[in-house]
């Protein structure tokens, strides 16, 4: 699903998080292959109940993950969960010595967070 020897040194993977039952679920994909809009990312996975969305990169320089948090389709993800994701990506046998990733960042975007999440949140 998520490859760290593909080319992530630019915004071209989208990102959006789908809510089933209590579960949610990170799906990628990138817009080179047939992913040019969130919209067209959750098509792709069957996913009807997408509560957020962004685009992510890897910045070489600091080797961090950053996942820009806003969909223009679906609204913006809270950081608490980004960080959440972020840290499992990189925690996960995903890492390589191609690209050793140190640290995540998440550019917040806190005024497109849809209600549905206060929700979310308080289920748990």
Same mark, same amino acid.
């Given at each position: 699903?998520? #490859?760290?020897?593909?080319?992530?040194?630019?915004?071209?993977?989208?990102?959006?998080?789908?809510?089933? %039952?209590?579960?949610? =679920? *990170?799906?990628?994909?990138?817009?080179?292959?047939?992913?040019?809009?969130?919209?067209?990312?959750? #098509?792709?996975?069957?996913?009807?109940?997408?509560?957020?969305?962004?685009? %992510?990169?890897?910045?070489?320089?600091? &080797?961090?993950?950053?996942?820009?948090?806003?969909?223009?389709?679906?609204?913006?993800?809270?950081?608490?969960?980004?960080?959440? &994701?972020?840290?499992?990506?990189?925690?996960?046998?995903?890492? =390589?010595?191609?690209?050793?990733?140190?640290?995540?960042?998440?550019?917040? *975007?806190?005024?497109?967070?849809?209600?549905?999440?206060?929700?979310?949140?308080?289920?748990?």
């Amino acid at each position: 699903l998520f #490859d760290f020897d593909e080319d992530y040194d630019d915004k071209n993977h989208l990102f959006v998080l789908n809510l089933k %039952m209590e579960n949610l =679920s *990170f799906h990628i994909g990138s817009k080179s292959k047939g992913n040019s809009c969130h919209e067209r990312l959750a #098509d792709r996975y069957s996913l009807n109940n997408v509560i957020g969305g962004g685009c %992510m990169y890897i910045d070489k320089k600091i &080797f961090a993950l950053i996942l820009d948090n806003y969909s223009g389709d679906y609204g913006a993800v809270p950081s608490n969960i980004l960080n959440k &994701f972020g840290e499992l990506l990189c925690d996960s046998n995903h890492q =390589s010595d191609y690209l050793p990733i140190k640290k995540v960042i998440v550019n917040p *975007f806190e005024e497109k967070i849809r209600k549905i999440w206060d929700e979310f949140s308080t289920q748990k």
